[in-house]
Structures are given as structure tokens and as C-alpha cells.
């Protein structure tokens, strides 16, 4: 069975996600107007936002939700709660067409990532939806899943991101959301997702921090420099912020252009290293600018 995801997980494209955009499941109002926010992502949250009293109703309305927020060019996801019963309910309601991933809360092993995975193939099956289509972003909220990180990753085909909790995680620690103390979790969940081909998605930061639009911009562009793919939003403010800082600039796009046309020079001179502007490129530059290009989806 897991042969057969891997070999459905290699064939789907890894999604584009600059930017996704938490909207309370149980607010009707704030899932009228997901889609008009420009995020690649909207993320429909059963979790941390909705009362527990209101969770029900929230999971009712989930195929309504679904409908309103979708978008031909952005995905949908759901983000389901840890506990177990509340777990099984949420899988429930979510697991049907149209939702994309799921998002796995407090996840700290790779046995809890496989049974999440075992119940979502069985929904699958029972509902005729496309075996392994839904996808999971693993958010790490606590130190002891950092010791884990690896097998989180590669646990199962359907990972397809993973992302630090910052509220949560310094909570964990009896911290606050500092610098300091979030870069090493940060940087430890970004290796540890690029090693298993996945998006690492996040900034150095507090996720509570939008009315501060110049220190969030400083953020999420050192967390490109740093190597993350895109960062979750609790507000439409950060999403105008996320798709830029994760999109290649025109001064990249231009650099990028520049080395690939020096790369086929050289190339046909029998050359693997050559010097623009009196840096040497080799193929782990020239990589990086092919991936620009990808970014911004140039040839």
C-alpha cells in the first residue's frame, strides 16, 4: 500500500505555497472572502480558532466552506485537531474532493503521521477519492519533536511540508517568541524538510506579528535568504507581504537569466565554472538560478 502512495506522491507536482492564509472554519463571514486574498493556500482551521463548543457546526458547514474558498490557483486545506476523538471527527468531515492537505497539528512522531495516514486511506477508499491526493503539512510545536524531525519527514508519502509553530512551540518551552530561541528550531525544521524533498514553510518570528508591516517584510525576506519556500498568515496582511518576499525579485530574475545564457556559453566550450561580474559560478550556483527561474516560472 505505501508503495503504491509513494509511487502517486512522486507523480504529484510539490505545490507552490508562498503564502497560506488561516481562516476560522466556524466564521462565515472571514470564508466568504478567503479566496478574494490572494494566498496560494487557504487553510480552513478546526483547530486553535474554533470554540470547542463550536466545533461541531464547524465541521457541518466544511463542505459548504470548501466550495466557497475554492479557487482554481489556490489550494485548500484543513487544519484537523490532536486529540483523538476530536481527530476522527475532523477526518471525517474533511477527507472528501476538493480539500488538498491536511494540516497535522502538535505532530511529534512519524507512528502518529502513519495512523493519520492509515485512517485518510481508508476514508479514500470507502468514498472512491483518488488514493493519496490529500496531502499533510506537519506543524512542530514541541521540543521533543524536534529529536524526530528526520522520520517525521520521510514517514509517509502523502508529507508534502512542514512548518515550526512559534506560539506554540515557545509556549512548550516556557519561552517567548523571540529570535533567539526560534531560529535553531526553525533552521532544524528547514534541513530537516529540504533533506526529505519537502517545503519548509515558516519565518523567525511570532505568526501574531502583522500590524508591524516593515519588521514582517525584514522577516519573511531573511527567511527566503535562509532557504524556506513560504510562511503561514493568521491575517490577509500577510499574505500581500509572503507572496513578495517569496517570489524571485527582478533584479534575481535578471541575474538568473544572465548565468543560465553564461552557463550554455561555457557549456559548449567544455566549461562547468565561469565568472559574471568577476564572481566564479559553478553548478551549485548555476542551480540556484535554474531555481529562480522555476520560481517565477521563466525558461
Do not use: Y
Amino acid at each position: 500500500m505505501k508503495d503504491t502512495l509513494a509511487a502517486v506522491g512522486s507523480a504529484m507536482s510539490v505545490p507552490r505555497w508562498r503564502s497560506l492564509l488561516f481562516v476560522p472554519a466556524h466564521v462565515p463571514r472571514f470564508v466568504e472572502t478567503a479566496n478574494e486574498r490572494g494566498a496560494d493556500g487557504v487553510i480552513l482551521d478546526l483547530e486553535d480558532s474554533v470554540p470547542r463548543d463550536q466545533k461541531g457546526e464547524a465541521r457541518k458547514r466544511l463542505p459548504e466552506s470548501v466550495a466557497k474558498v475554492a479557487r482554481q490557483d489556490a489550494s485548500i486545506l484543513v487544519r484537523v485537531n490532536r486529540g483523538l476523538r476530536a481527530l476522527a471527527a475532523d477526518l471525517d468531515a474533511a477527507v472528501m474532493t476538493g480539500v488538498d492537505a491536511l494540516v497535522l497539528p502538535k505532530t511529534d512522531s512519524a507512528e502518529w503521521v502513519l495512523e493519520i495516514a492509515n485512517a485518510v486511506s481508508e476514508l479514500e477508499r470507502e468514498r472512491n477519492l483518488p488514493l493519496g491526493h490529500i496531502r499533510f503539512l506537519a506543524q512542530i510545536e514541541t521540543p521533543g519533536a524536534l529529536q524526530r524531525l528526520g522520520a517525521i519527514a520521510s514517514a509517509h508519502p502523502r508529507m508534502v511540508a512542514m512548518a515550526l509553530g512559534p506560539e506554540d512551540f515557545s509556549a512548550a518551552v516556557g519561552g517567548s517568541p523571540e529570535f533567539d530561541l526560534l531560529l535553531t528550531p526553525n533552521l532544524s525544521v528547514l534541513f530537516a524538510a529540504r533533506a526529505a524533498g519537502l517545503l519548509p514553510l515558516g519565518f523567525v518570528g511570532s505568526i501574531g506579528e502583522f500590524s508591524d508591516t516593515r519588521k514582517l517584510r525584514e522577516a519573511a525576506a531573511h527567511a527566503r535568504r535562509l532557504g524556506f519556500a513560504g510562511a503561514l498568515a493568521i491575517h490577509p496582511t500577510q499574505v500581500v507581504i509572503f507572496n513578495e518576499a517569496f517570489s524571485p525579485s527582478a533584479q534575481e530574475l535578471e541575474w538568473a537569466r544572465r548565468v543560465v545564457a553564461a552557463e550554455n556559453d561555457a557549456a559548449g566550450r567544455g566549461l562547468c565554472a565561469f565568472a559574471i561580474d568577476g564572481k566564479m559560478i559553478d553548478p551549485p550556483v548555476v542551480r540556484r538560478a535554474h531555481e529562480i527561474l522555476a520560481l517565477a516560472g521563466s525558461n
